[in-house]
């Protein structure tokens, strides 16, 4: 990882916010399609150190798509940047191919990503740097030559292109928004949370929502908190399985967000529809087979401190100073009845929302709706000679995919060759995602 530390304001051609999977996959992209790019490209991250899902990271945790759908594979399976290449060069080929899966542990590819940063020679990254608001660089005449990045200390980027390959906003339900944050944590701080809590005092814990994040955190805290008096709330009639099957995963190939992407409008929303619960409100076969072994034996053994209460509504929430209430209304009998707790773990997902640093510059750029090309680029005036890329927040656009790691390799290629197209002239309209990569 070739590392840039400043203290000043800096210029560059091309920025990329986020250094998560999505900007790690353009940064190989860029190292091995436009490495005169990559030479003056700098990716940030507010974080101090490469992690991904660092707040689920269980040591039992495992991937829930092929390792085959790495940074690299689908768009060129003999990168060095691949994750097998990555099990040969640190020596563990051999016990993985041992294991006979397809889906590595979670911790097992955040370590892959951290040895894909430490890789590059071209891209540079500087972590623990905060984004906290971006704008549009302008000529006399108006036209978009560029953008410029403030960071939370102060200093700022300059670059022509720009790239958010950030996360969206975790979800925190309205009727929970006036509790104190100190008691309330969402599955993506999980692990730094729970370790601040003692494992020896026996916590009044909920959980709430009925997702893969929901389940691996109720299974979690049996371990971490096992003193614990656990109650999972749910609105759904209980937990279901996700649908997806070889037939519905076609969907999830990178070579269908063209077919998705040229859909009708209702036809989108149908398909959008019809995949939900491939990815969302579901919960792995093998976590839902462990879970219901744990409660069984639980039952058996006349142990009653962990326990599933579904089709119940949270109405209202209220803080006192020793404890979170709870208001419960029963979707069945409409009765209402109170939860007294000290903690609430949310497994309830995402804003669905752009992200805020990107409203906030479709806002100041005067647009009255955020739409990108096919190559993920933000529609401007045709008089701008800068480009501004959207990674992982399309799903409306280019299919449900958009957000996991199943179209992220050929994402990369596509967004790398845009900005190769842009550079030389040539219109967005005369380059396709297919022929982009004749260029």
């Known amino acids: 990882m070739s590392e840039q530390t400043f203290t000043s304001d800096v210029e560059v051609e091309l920025l990329a916010i986020g250094a998560g999977p999505s900007n790690l996959g353009l940064a190989v992209a860029l190292e091995e399609l436009a490495p005169d790019l990559a030479e003056n490209t700098l990716l940030i991250d507010r974080n101090p150190t490469i992690e991904w899902q660092q707040g689920m990271l269980m040591p039992w945790a495992t991937s829930q798509v092929s390792f085959l759908k790495d940074l690299v594979t689908q768009r060129d399976p003999r990168s060095k940047f691949s994750f097998l290449n990555h099990l040969f060069e640190t020596g563990r080929l051999d016990e993985f191919v041992n294991m006979s899966t397809f889906t590595p542990y979670r911790v097992e590819f955040a370590?892959?990503?951290?040895?894909?940063?430490?890789?590059?020679?071209?891209?540079?990254?500087?972590?623990g740097r905060e984004c906290v608001a971006l704008l549009p660089r302008r000529d006399e005449t108006g036209a978009v030559t560029g953008w410029v990045t403030t960071l939370a200390d102060g200093t700022t980027i300059t670059s022509r292109y720009l790239v958010y390959g950030g996360s969206r906003e975790p979800n925190i339900p309205p009727v929970l928004a006036g509790v104190s944050p100190t008691r309330i944590v969402h599955?993506?701080?999980?692990?730094?949370?729970?370790?601040?809590?003692?494992?020896?005092?026996?916590?009044?814990?909920?959980?709430?929502?009925?997702?893969?994040?929901?389940?691996?955190?109720?299974?979690?805290?049996?371990?971490?908190?096992?003193?614990?008096?656990?109650?999972?709330?749910?609105?759904?009639?209980?937990?279901?399985?996700?649908?997806?099957?070889?037939?519905?995963?076609?969907?999830?190939?990178?070579?269908?967000?063209?077919?998705?992407?040229?859909?009708?409008?209702?036809?989108r929303e149908q398909i959008l529809r019809e995949m939900y619960r491939t990815n969302y409100s579901v919960v792995t076969?093998?976590?839902?087979?462990?879970?219901?072994?744990?409660?069984?034996?639980?039952?058996?053994?006349?142990?009653?401190?962990?326990?599933?209460?579904?089709?119940?509504?949270?109405?209202?929430a209220r803080e006192t100073d020793e404890e979170v209430v709870l208001e419960l209304t029963d979707r069945r009998t409409g009765a209402v009845t109170e939860l007294h707790r000290d903690v609430v773990f949310l497994g309830t997902g995402f804003d669905t929302r752009m992200p805020r640093l990107v409203r906030e510059l479709a806002g100041n750029l005067e647009l009255d709706r955020i739409d990108v090309s096919r190559q993920y680029r933000l529609e401007l005036d045709s008089s701008s000679t800068a480009a501004c890329y959207l990674q992982g927040v399309n799903e409306q656009t280019h299919g449900i995919s958009d957000s996991l790691l199943s179209v992220l390799a050929q994402r990369a290629e596509e967004i790398c060759r845009d900005i190769i197209a842009h550079r030389d002239g040539i219109p967005a309209t005369a380059v396709s995602a297919k022929e982009s990569a004749a260029l």
């Not at 370790?195 to 020896?200: F, K, N, P, V």
């Not at 916590?203 to 999972?232: H, I, K, N």
């Not at 069984?296 to 009653?304: E, G, M, P, S, V």
């Open 187 to 267: 599955s993506t701080s999980y692990r730094q949370r729970v370790a601040e809590l003692s494992g020896e005092l026996p916590y009044r814990v909920a959980v709430v929502g009925s997702s893969q994040s929901a389940a691996e955190m109720f299974r979690a805290l049996r371990d971490d908190l096992p003193d614990s008096d656990v109650t999972w709330l749910m609105r759904s009639i209980g937990l279901s399985s996700d649908e997806s099957s070889k037939f519905t995963n076609e969907l999830y190939y990178p070579s269908f967000v063209d077919e998705f992407y040229q859909a009708r409008p209702a036809a």
């Open 285 to 316: 076969p093998p976590m839902l087979e462990h879970l219901y072994t744990d409660l069984y034996l639980d039952r058996f053994n006349d142990r009653n401190d962990r326990r599933l209460v579904t089709m119940v509504d949270i109405t209202a």
């Open 111 to 127: 370590k892959y990503l951290r040895w894909v940063a430490d890789s590059l020679t071209k891209v540079r990254i500087d972590l």
